[in-house]
Structure formats: C-alpha cells, structure tokens
C-alpha cells in the first residue's frame, strides 16, 4: 500500500532553473496539499487542492504553481528556482476538509537545495 | 508573532520517562488541536487528535487542551527508543488550513 508517493527524493538546482515535483496518491482522496518544512518554521501550506479541478493558495504561495492533473495526482512547479526556496516538500491528501476526522496523510518529502 | 508556538527542545530522556511536549497558540478561533509525530527523513503521521478542552488518552500518550489558556500537551508515558522522532502540534480554525508548530525532536535513551 503506497499511500502518497513523491518524486524526486532529493534535488539539486542553480538559481533560475525550473522545475515539477510530483506526487500521486493511492487512496482515493478527494483532498491534496504542498507543505513546505524549514527549520524553527514547521510546516507551511504552499497551496491546496480541495477537490479535482480546485486550487488555491496556502499561506505562502509565491514562487509556485500547481496542478491538479487529475484526482490521484498534485503537481508543485518551481518557475524559477531561488534560494529561499530551499526546503523539504511535502505532499499531503486527506479523504476532505483537513481536520481531525480527517487527517492529512503525508508523502515522505523532497529535499530541495538551490544554490 | 508566529500563531503556534512550540517549545524547541530538543529532549533527551532515559527510557522510562515521562515526556511533556507543549504548544501555546494565539488565535482562539482554533477548534481542533492535532500532534501528528514525524520519523527522522520521514512525513509526518498523525497521533492524536482532540476537540474540545480537557484531557484525551490512547495507551501511553494523554493529549491535553487548555483552550482558556490557549495551552496544549501531550504526555507520553514510560517512554520508549521507539519515541524518539519530532512532535509537531497541529491546529485548525478553517478547513484545509492548519497552523503547525515547528516541532519538537525527542530522543529517548536506551
């Protein structure tokens, strides 16, 4: 049983390179997220995707676009790489609305450096 | 001002212990209160999860929530090496949306 898949695992970029972090989901989940997790930051929501069809942003958005291709897959693109863009990615799904009856499920991370 | 605030650690304790992990939060529009638990190079899982203030156990962990305080806890009982990993505490005043603290690495010796 999968649960939520990531590619890549790691990750190298020069400042100004593009590039998609996939995820993909085996639960039949209605609901996906991007968290980025920073040192002393804990996890921050880049955006979301309520259900297939749906995007919004998180609390910190810039710098990304996603895609919700369909509904076991949520793509992170990085138009143009900058160092503070440096983090650990995690993708997350959840069967609705996060909360307690509800819980996010999360893939096990993309490690980003951008130098 | 961050809206979670999570005491930094890191903790080390003897195996056995009792471990108390700690979140203070500042908006009172949250209504449910999460510690999800998170493996070295691993996601984060959830532990348990409590919606109204007072006390919530499940085996060795008891979650704690002081909403007049604006407080939670979670203990965690005769601890054990397989505790060790980063507790972050959870919380949620929107759907979709939940405020994470920055988490907490426990170690506990063997």
């Known amino acids: 049983n999968a649960g939520v898949t990531q590619t890549p695992k790691f990750q190298v970029l020069k400042t100004g390179q593009s590039m998609t972090l996939q995820c993909a989901q085996d639960?039949?989940?209605?609901?996906m997220y991007w968290y980025r997790q920073d040192p002393g930051m804990g996890l921050r929501l880049i955006y979301y995707?309520?259900?297939?069809?749906?995007?919004d942003k998180g609390e910190v958005p810039n710098g990304y676009n996603v895609s919700r291709l369909n509904k076991r897959e949520f793509s992170l693109r990085l138009e143009s790489a900058a160092p503070s863009q440096t983090s650990v990615y995690f993708c997350?799904?959840?069967?609705?609305?996060?909360?307690?009856?509800?819980?996010?499920?999360f893939g096990n991370g993309t490690r980003l450096t951008v130098t | 001002q961050k809206e979670v605030e999570q005491d930094p650690g890191p903790l080390s304790v003897p195996e056995g212990a009792i471990v108390s992990l700690n979140c203070t939060y500042s908006n009172s529009a949250f209504q449910y209160f999460m510690w999800y638990r998170q493996y070295s190079r691993k996601g984060p899982e959830l532990l348990m999860y409590?919606?109204?203030?007072g006390n919530k156990e499940d085996g060795r962990f008891t979650a704690q929530v002081d909403k007049s305080s604006k407080y939670i806890s979670l203990f965690i009982r005769d601890s054990q090496p397989s505790d060790s990993a980063t507790y972050l505490c959870?919380?949620?005043?929107?759907?979709?949306?939940?405020?994470f603290g920055a988490g907490t690495t426990v170690t506990v010796r063997a």
């Open positions: 639960m039949n989940h209605n609901s």
């Open positions: 409590t919606y109204s203030s």
């Open positions: 959870a919380m949620s005043a929107s759907e979709y949306k939940l405020s």
């Open positions: 995707s309520a259900s297939e069809g749906t995007t």
């Open positions: 997350a799904s959840s069967s609705g609305a996060s909360s307690y009856n509800s819980p996010l499920h």
